[in-house]
T-cell receptor, first 112, second 111 residues
Framework: DAMVIQNPRYQVTQFGKPVTLSCSQT?????MYWYQQKSSQAPKLLFH???????NEADTPDNFQSRRPNTSFCFLDIRSPGLGDAAMYLC???????????FGPGTRLTVT | RKEVEQDPGPFNVPEGATVAFNCTYS??????FFWYRQDCRKEPKLLMS???SGNEDGRFTAQLNRASQYISLLIRDSKLSDSATYLC????????????FGPGTRLSVLP
């Protein structure tokens, strides 16, 4: 059974049109992460939640926001997608900060 | 110097060969490191956790060398299905609680 679920798997949005990506987990992990991965590059951490505490990476653009309404769910909001935001967005969870991370299948975002 | 560095490859090896990758890190505080495997257009999947004593799982062996600040991944008797990108995960800072992915090493196992 899938432990980290992401919806949708593929998302097409228009330039400047807000979009929300969803992640849910059945592992009851404390930490949830959002990564952006572009072709042939390493996953780049955007931010993470430790329980309800939000931790933003210094170089994450303001265009990217996140919400974690409960332990199981976390959302990535892109307020005004640009062409450069087209990428795979990966959600991951871990029991605690120093533990291994488990990834969802990702959402591939296309911006037209 | 980047926190975690890897040779991007590609490493092209024949089936049955033994291949080794290294990953260097610059922050020394962490007690744990990880190797992930990522297939094309898929998510990273945890391959091995690497602790002080290293780790072995079947054909895969991971070692940690603290003195030289690198971790290694050895794959014995490589299979066609081992073809993937191997991502090293190491500490991003000297507190040891935040991690960063290396750029990955691409492996192609050839028939």
């Amino acid at each position: 059974d899938a432990m980290v679920i992401q919806n949708p798997r593929y998302q097409v949005t228009q330039f400047g049109k807000p979009v929300t990506l969803s992640c849910s987990q059945t592992l009851n992990h404390n930490v949830m992460y959002w990564y952006q991965q572009k072709s042939s590059q390493a996953p780049k951490l955007l931010f993470h939640y430790y329980d309800k505490d939000f931790n933003n990476e210094a170089d994450t653009p303001d265009n990217f926001q996140s919400r974690r309404p409960n332990t199981s769910f976390c959302f990535l909001d892109i307020r005004s997608p640009g062409l450069g935001d087209a990428a795979m967005y990966l959600c991951a969870t871990s029991r605690d900060l120093s533990f291994e991370q488990y990834f969802g299948p990702g959402t591939r975002l296309t911006v037209t | 110097r980047k926190e975690v560095e890897q040779d991007p490859g590609p490493f092209n090896v024949p089936e049955g060969a033994t291949v080794a990758f290294n990953c260097t890190y610059s922050n020394s505080a962490s007690q744990s490191f990880f190797w992930y495997r990522q297939d094309c257009r898929k998510e990273p999947k945890l391959l091995m956790s690497v602790y002080s004593s290293g780790n072995e799982d079947g054909r895969f062996t991971a070692q940690l060398n603290r003195a030289s600040q690198y971790i290694s991944l050895l794959i014995r008797d490589s299979k066609l299905s081992d073809s993937a990108t191997y991502l090293c995960v190491g500490p991003r800072d000297n507190y040891g609680q935040n991690f960063v992915f290396g750029p990955g090493t691409r492996l192609s196992v050839l028939p």
